[in-house]
C-alpha cells in the first residue's frame, strides 16, 4: 500500500517523505511549485526523492478536483495520506487572501473528498494545521483543548477551518483524521520566508533586522527532524474514539528572540543589525506548546534544544547557499 503525501517538495513535506521512503513505504507525493518562494529550493528538495525507489511524483494543486481524483485512479493502493500542501504566511495572507482560501481550505475539502472516495481501504488522514490557530489566547502553553475561536489572520482563520471541516468528515463518513499544530519549524531545507533564514542572510550580508513588538517576541522553535518523526508518530496511531484528534508538535520551550539573534551571531561569528519596530496586527507575541496529550498517545516528545539546532541549521545555510 502507499502514502500519499501532499506538498512534498515542501520544508516539512520531503522530510516526511524521505522517512517514509527509509522505511520502506511506498510514497506517492504531489506538489504544484507554488512560487511563494523560490522554487529551486523546493526542486532540491524534491531531487534525492525522486531518485529513491518506491516514490512516485505527481505535479499538480491539491484544489484541482480533477487532478485529485485522476491521481486517486492512478494509484488504488492508496490507504494513508498526510496533507501538507498549503500557502503558509501570516503576513502575506494580508497581501493576497484568496490564495489561503483556495489552497488552504478548498485544498483541505478535495483532500477530505478524496479520503471519503477512498471508502473502509483509508485507514488514516493527517494533516497540517499551525499554532496560529490559537491566536489571541493568553493562557500559555497552549493547549490542544483550549478554545480557539479569535484568530487573528486569514492564514490562522483557514487553518481553524481545516479542523472543523476535518471534524465534520470524521463525523459523516466515519474517517479517521489527526491534525498537527505545528511550532515554527526550523532546520536544514527551511523555507526562506522564515525567521531563522532571514536571520541568517540578513547577518551574513550584514543587512538589518526589523524585530517587530520592540523585540518582546518568544516563539517555540521545533527541529525539522523531530517534526517529520512527529508526523509519521501521529500516522502510525489513527485515532479510534473519537475519530478526530488534535495534537500539538512543538519543543515547548518559548524562546526570546534576542536570545536566538545572539545564536546566530555566534554561529555566523558576526554580528546582527536590529532594528527595534512596533507589531503589526496579526502578529503573535508569544506561543508555547503544551505536549502533554502528544507524549501521552503518540509517544513523542522534542529534544533538541535552539542552541543544538540552530548551529546545524547554519551549517546547511552556509553549504546551501556556498558560503
Do not use: C
Not at 517534526?227 to 475519530?243: F, M, N
Amino acid at each position: 500500500m502507499s502514502v500519499l503525501v501532499t506538498g512534498v517538495a515542501g520544508f516539512i513535506g520531503s522530510q516526511v517523505a524521505a522517512r517514509l521512503l527509509a522505511r520502506g513505504e511506498a510514497v506517492v507525493g504531489v506538489d504544484n511549485f507554488s512560487p511563494y518562494y523560490d522554487p529551486v529550493l523546493k526542486f532540491a528538495r524534491l531531487k534525492p526523492l525522486r531518485e529513491t525507489a518506491g516514490f512516485a511524483f505527481v505535479e499538480a494543486d491539491v484544489a484541482d478536483r480533477d487532478a485529485m481524483a485522476a491521481l486517486a485512479a492512478r494509484h488504488p493502493d492508496l490507504d494513508r495520506i498526510v496533507h501538507l500542501a498549503a500557502q503558509p504566511g501570516v503576513r502575506h495572507s494580508k497581501v493576497d487572501p484568496y490564495i489561503y482560501v483556495q489552497t488552504n481550505v478548498m485544498g483541505q475539502l478535495v483532500l477530505l473528498e478524496l479520503a471519503r472516495g477512498l471508502g473502509e481501504r483509508l485507514k488514516h488522514f493527517v494533516y497540517a494545521s499551525s499554532s496560529s490557530v490559537y491566536g489571541g489566547n493568553s493562557k500559555l502553553p497552549f493547549s490542544a483543548t483550549d478554545p480557539v475561536e479569535h484568530p487573528e489572520s486569514l492564514y490562522a482563520a483557514t487553518k481553524r477551518a481545516d479542523e472543523l471541516m476535518a471534524e465534520t468528515y470524521t463525523h459523516q463518513y466515519e474517517i479517521r483524521a489527526t491534525g498537527l499544530r505545528y511550532f515554527t519549524v526550523y532546520g536544514p531545507w527551511g523555507r526562506p520566508d522564515m525567521s531563522p533564514y532571514i536571520f541568517a542572510r540578513a547577518i551574513h550580508e550584514g543587512k538589518t533586522i526589523p524585530l517587530y513588538h520592540m523585540g518582546q517576541i518568544k516563539r517555540d522553535f521545533t527541529y525539522i527532524d523531530e517534526i517529520a518523526d512527529g508526523t509519521i508518530a501521529a500516522l502510525d496511531h489513527a485515532p479510534e474514539a473519537p475519530r478526530h484528534r488534535l495534537y500539538n508538535l512543538g519543543a515547548t520551550r518559548s524562546e526570546d528572540i534576542r536570545h536566538v539573534i545572539a545564536l546566530f551571531e555566534k554561529a555566523l561569528g558576526k554580528t546582527a543589525k536590529v532594528e527595534l519596530k512596533p507589531g503589526e496586527r496579526g502578529d503573535m507575541q508569544e506561543t508555547a506548546a503544551d505536549i502533554s496529550e502528544t507524549v501521552r498517545d503518540l509517544g513523542w516528545s522534542p529534544r533538541v534544544a535552539v542552541e543544538e539546532g540552530i548551529p546545524l541549521f547554519v551549517d546547511w545555510f552556509k553549504s546551501y547557499n556556498r558560503l
